[in-house]
Structure formats: structure tokens, C-alpha cells
């Protein structure tokens, strides 16, 4: 199995991936065009990549590839309608930079609260000012609303607790009961968060439901002079309506991500948000040691079981649940040819296979298709699959 990784990678776990027999090309610096060129000169199996985009035309001028994997949570870098529909896995790493996302949310947090680069600027001006910088409020006790309650979510919560501050939080998939569960206050929408916090994180996947979504109506809602802090992705925040929260309401954002970020690890930025009152990184959230080495062990581990069992961990991209509607069983000895007579009469019923597994009994000698169809086949195809081989011992469907 080839693979191309196309960012940074730890060089430990490079050699990792050759040991287990796979064939590497590590290029850390392929983007876009030479990106491509790579893809069509290696011909790889499987890519891996962090922040590289990976588009459609990549994707459609790779026949050879088969997997995608962003080392990563987020995959919205990667074209997973085209991936789709050529039939190639997208999988990814979540959860693995947890710790180190949120450890930078509660450092602009803190860094928010006591002001702490401009401390660091003065200093280093050689201005000496401890009267503007010694009337932090402090954090204890205030009420930090959190929007998002996935495993970065959750990693928030506690170092909050650990700060002696409440917790507002909302989430699609969070409920009253595991809120409780989590020691946190349920909110029944963003903007309740945005009305009771006198800080918000936030920390959600970018979808289409997302994007955008913390718009002019939500920093509306929020206090005077709270502060506001993103480290997921800069498409879910509106930054014109941010920036005029900034004005007029004396907001103070910390923020990871940006619109305008460039495309390099370095370089020029050109983003609109350039502001006093905020306080960015270089989109650095999941950039630890730490988080990097466990997100490179999951690529391995994805890596290993796609090439010893063909199963892709963390696959983003397989229907949930197919369009059918009936199970066939078929009980049969494990001979060569008795599964190719029965597709042959489920293709000529017009019939659709979904889903397909054949289990193997201890021994090797019996058998069980469990083939989910779009469609019931009717009694004399059943009668048909059933004499189509002398090694088929009985025939079921069900409604499924």
C-alpha cells in the first residue's frame, strides 16, 4: 500500500507506517498545484494530510486513491461530496487534539482576563505600568458559556471547574439530563448562552447548519464587555458582526482562526480582524507535541486496519443507514461460486444490493450471506436461490 502524506508528520511515526511494510512519500510542503502533480505521479493509495485542502479535481485526477485521512478533527478541507461519489473513505482523527484546543482557549481566556501580551508588549518597550494592568476582574465565579459540547467541549468544562467558574453550555446533541451529568447549566439555544455568559468559547464542527452561525443576532445578546473566543473554525462566526460588537459593546475576542489566514505556514495575513481589543494565535489549537503524536498513533491506527481488514476507523463519509428495506439470509456451505448464483437472481429481480456480509462459522465449512436489498423479491425468486446450489441450506427475508 503507497501512501502519500502531504503536511508535517512526526518523523518517528513515518518510520512507523514503513516498518508495517507501507510504501511512503512524505512531502510536507505540497499545496494545490504540486499537490496534484504528486497525487498523479505517485499514485498513491492512501493520503494523509493535516491542513492541505484536498479538492474535487484532485480527488477525480487520483484514480488510484481509495483513502483519504485528515490528521485532524475537522475535515472541512476536504471535498468529501467528490470522495463520495468515486467511492473513496474520508476518515478522520477526533478527539486526539482535545486537550491541547482547549488549553489555548482558557490561555486566551486568562490571557483575556489579566491582559497579558500587552503586558508582555510594554515590557518588552520597556514601559513599566502596573496600574492600567492590576484591575483584571478575575475569573473565579463568573459564568463561562460554552457552545459546542463535543470532546473539546467537554475538555473546557473541566479545566472551568477547576477555575471555580459556572458553566452555561448548549449543544445540538446535549440534553438537561447529561448537562447534569456534566455539572453544567442547560441552555435551550446559542443565544441563551450569549445572554447569561460573561465569556463564550466556542467549539463546533464547521457543517452547513454552522456556518455562520454566531451572527450579528447572537453578539446582540451578549454582556457588555464580555469575551468572546473561537478556536474551531473562523466560517461559523460572522466577523463584521463581531467586529462591530467589538465597538460597540466593548467585547474582547481571543481567536485561533481567522478568514484570511494564509495558505502557507507563513506569510503575509491580510484578515479584517485587526484590532486592540483582540488578542489572536496562529491558528495553533491542535499544535502540541502531545496532541501531534496522538493524532499521528489514530492515522496508524486507521492506516493498519484499512490495510489488514479493508475497515476504515472514523470513516465520515458511509451512509448510516441504507435505502433497504429487506434482509436476505442465506445459510451455505463455503464453496467457491454459491454467493455469484445468488446475485445473479437478486440482479435479474431488479434488485439493488445495499449491503453485503458473508460470515465465516468455526471450521471454515459453514456459512451466512446477510445481504440487505432495496426491494422483496418475490416467492419464485426465493425458490430460485434456493436450488441454485446443492450447498445452500435454507433461505430467509425479512423486513428490515
Not at 42 to 71: F, H, N, Q, Y
Request: charge should be neutral; proline fraction near 2%; glycine fraction near 8%.
Amino acid at each position: 500500500m503507497k501512501v502519500l502524506v502531504a503536511d508535517k508528520f512526526p518523523e518517528n511515526r513515518l518510520a512507523d507506517m514503513k516498518r508495517a511494510g507501507y510504501e511512503v512519500v512524505y512531502d510536507e510542503g505540497l499545496k494545490e498545484d504540486s499537490l496534484s502533480a504528486a497525487l498523479k505521479k505517485e499514485k498513491p493509495d492512501v493520503i494523509v494530510v493535516r491542513s492541505t485542502e484536498v479538492t474535487g479535481e484532485m480527488i477525480v485526477k487520483a484514480p488510484s486513491l481509495s483513502l483519504i485521512i485528515r490528521a485532524g478533527s475537522g475535515y472541512n478541507t476536504i471535498d468529501v461530496k467528490t470522495a463520495s461519489e468515486r467511492s473513496i473513505y474520508v476518515a478522520n482523527c477526533p478527539g486526539k487534539n482535545a486537550v491541547a484546543v482547549a488549553e489555548l482557549a482558557f490561555g486566551l481566556l486568562l490571557s483575556l482576563d489579566r491582559r497579558i501580551p500587552d503586558n508582555v508588549i510594554d515590557l518588552r518597550a520597556g514601559k513599566w505600568n502596573k496600574k492600567e494592568y492590576s484591575m483584571a476582574e478575575g475569573i473565579a465565579g463568573k459564568t463561562l458559556g460554552i457552545i459546542g459540547v463535543g470532546r473539546i467541549g467537554r475538555e473546557v468544562i473541566s479545566r472551568a471547574r477547576a477555575f471555580g467558574m459556572k458553566v452555561t453550555a448548549w449543544s445540538r446533541s446535549l440534553t438537561p439530563e447529561t448537562a447534569g451529568e456534566l455539572g453544567v447549566r442547560y441552555a435551550k439555544d446559542p443565544g441563551e448562552v450569549a445572554s447569561e455568559a460573561d465569556a463564550v468559547s466556542v467549539h463546533l464542527a464547521l457543517t452547513n447548519d454552522t456556518r455562520g452561525m454566531i451572527d450579528k443576532k447572537f453578539f446582540t445578546r451578549m454582556k457588555m464587555g464580555a469575551f468572546f473566543i473561537n478556536t474551531s473554525r473562523a466560517e461559523i462566526v460572522d466577523e463584521d458582526a463581531l467586529l462591530q460588537a467589538i465597538e460597540e459593546k466593548g467585547i474582547r475576542a481571543g481567536l485561533d482562526v481567522f478568514s484570511g489566514e494564509p495558505a502557507s505556514k507563513t506569510g503575509e495575513f491580510s484578515g479584517k480582524i485587526k484590532n486592540k481589543r483582540v488578542y489572536g494565535t496562529h491558528h495553533i489549537g491542535a499544535s502540541t507535541e502531545q496532541a501531534q503524536n496522538a493524532v499521528a498513533e489514530e492515522t496508524i491506527r486507521i492506516l493498519r486496519e484499512y490495510a489488514e481488514t479493508g475497515h476504515v476507523y472514523n470513516c465520515v463519509n458511509i451512509m448510516e443507514k441504507t435505502p433497504a428495506s429487506y434482509m436476505l439470509s442465506v445459510h451455505h456451505k463455503n464453496r467457491v461460486g454459491v454467493l455469484a448464483g445468488v446475485l445473479d437472481i437478486i440482479r435479474e429481480a431488479n434488485i439493488n444490493v445495499e449491503l453485503m456480509e458473508n460470515i465465516i462459522f468455526a471450521g471454515g465449512d459453514g456459512a451466512c450471506a446477510r445481504i440487505q436489498i432495496d426491494g422483496k423479491l418475490e416467492e419464485q425468486d426465493m425458490e430460485k436461490i434456493e436450488k441454485s446450489s446443492a450447498e445452500i441450506t435454507s433461505v430467509s427475508q425479512v423486513s428490515i
